[in-house]
């Protein structure tokens, strides 16, 4: 019987799909983070329940050859990234072992090797950042992330998967914020000021835009905070302040109102020219995102023939892509903001052969099954949970030769997979990206063909 508080000897041998690492005390599953397969290791049990337990690396006995000193100041403590003590190759291995498994467990599906596309930079590599603000224990004014599974802010001058240009404003917003009296909202307290500080960057227009979100619609002491942003990040193009009035955790409010500057992030992605609103989607892996569409375009195999639907289609950066090589694409997304953008956006690059529609997914296809649309390709590349069953049929009633799906998730990729296999569609390709170098996650796309198509 494993017992709380108790130290134990054993082995990690595996990675939870959260990144944890996996052993096995007296046949008990005992998830351990901040550990690496072929560690051998005392473990602190701090927590046990009827089939698995949680423990704390008490001391590193043996460590395992996969295991690195973490670069990061903040490894362990930050809940951002989960594996900056293990090689990048060991973590690729453990990527594709999620997928692989995820697949083979959920979805009924085994894959003889499944192909991982490495990033090319593991590290500054994200061109969207967001900054939670509030107080140290001493009432120091501080930004940085959340430790795991809390809302305590872990301070962060320095992140090494962040831009540059993003940790500099934090630190200009949070110096502004001490100086000029500006205080951080208090969620228990329902007041206060700036809730985040969200910097996004362009890598191939080289452009930043900062957006700080706050409770209310006019900061105190503005001009100020204008003047040292644009002193201190020459490349910036725009500041925006985002009004979010709600008491709970949702980022962005509904209300955008520039400060100086572009409303609009401009950056270009696979050939065409994309301005980005704060709500609009947008791959935070600018390099790897050009090889994941060039992946769908493989997929989705077009010869300039074909109708094509693109949901959850965001800003329009999948739907552009896929227009230039098919006859007609309708781009499905329910985020107003975003479908704007990517009305905008089509505009901007001259593509005509794309309409969007603001719209749930579920409802847009339901819809379009029921007037019977039939597309020749559907791509989805829908948030964490997945597609709905009800989505799922709908699509599957459309009949479309090919199904690409785009996902964040193996375990509800392989659920909705299993799914799509029970209405005629039958998984023929797969492939794994790593779009976010030392997090658990991975990107994964699958293609599915109707059967007899």
Not at 14 to 29: F, K, N, Q
Not at 185 to 191: F, G, P, Q, R, S
């Amino acid at each position: 019987m494993v017992e709380k508080n108790k130290i134990y000897r054993a082995a990690i041998f595996d990675y939870s799909t959260e990144g944890l690492g996996i052993a096995r005390v007296h046949d008990m599953i005992v998830f351990v983070p901040g550990t690496a397969a072929g560690d051998q290791c005392d473990i602190r049990i701090t927590r046990v329940n009827s089939r698995i337990a949680y423990g704390r690396l008490e001391r590193l006995v043996v460590p395992s050859k996969h295991r690195i000193t973490p670069a990061c100041p903040l490894a362990g403590k930050c809940g951002g990234c989960c594996w900056q003590h293990i090689t990048y190759e060991e973590e690729l291995r453990a990527k594709q072992k999620k997928v692989t498994d995820a697949l083979h467990r959920i979805g009924g599906i085994t894959i003889p090797e499944l192909q991982i596309v490495a990033a090319p930079k593991i590290t500054h590599y994200r061109n969207k950042a967001q900054y939670p603000v509030g107080y140290d224990k001493d009432g120091r004014i501080i930004t940085g992330f959340y430790r795991a599974r809390s809302h305590d802010i872990i301070p962060a001058a320095h992140c090494l998967i962040q831009s540059e240009a993003a940790d500099l404003l934090a630190g200009v917003v949070r110096d502004w914020m001490t100086d000029c009296g500006i205080t951080p909202y208090d969620a228990a307290a329902n007041k206060g000021i700036v809730r985040h500080i969200y910097v996004r960057t362009g890598d191939a227009s080289g452009e930043t835009h900062l957006c700080i979100v706050a409770a209310r619609a006019r900061l105190p002491e503005q001009d100020e905070l204008i003047r040292r942003a644009r002193e201190a990040c020459p490349s910036m193009t725009g500041i925006v302040l985002n009004v979010n009035k709600r008491n709970d955790n949702v980022i962005l409010g509904e209300r955008t109102l520039t400060l100086w500057g572009e409303a609009e992030l401009e950056d270009r992605l696979c050939g065409n020219i994309f301005r980005l609103s704060p709500h609009a989607f947008y791959q935070v892996n600018h390099a790897q995102t050009e090889q994941l569409y060039e992946c769908v375009l493989e997929f989705a195999g077009l010869t300039g023939s074909e109708t094509t639907v693109d949901l959850c289609c965001g800003a329009g950066t999948i739907t552009l892509a896929l227009a230039r090589r098919a006859k007609h694409v309708t781009g499905i997304e329910i985020v107003p903001e975003a479908v704007a953008n990517a009305r905008d956006n089509a505009a901007r690059n001259g593509i005509g052969n794309v309409s969007f529609l603001c719209a749930d997914a579920a409802q847009a296809a339901v819809r379009f099954a029921h007037l019977g649309e039939r597309p020749d390709v559907i791509v989805a590349d829908p948030p964490r949970k997945g597609l709905d069953e009800a989505t799922i049929h709908a699509i599957a009633a459309m009949e479309p030769a090919k199904m690409v799906y785009v996902s964040c998730d193996p375990a509800t990729l392989a659920r909705d997979v299993k799914q799509f296999a029970e209405s005629g569609y039958q998984l023929e390709r797969v492939r794994a990206f790593d779009l976010f170098p030392r997090t658990r996650h991975v990107e994964t796309i699958v293609l599915l063909q109707r059967e007899n198509s």
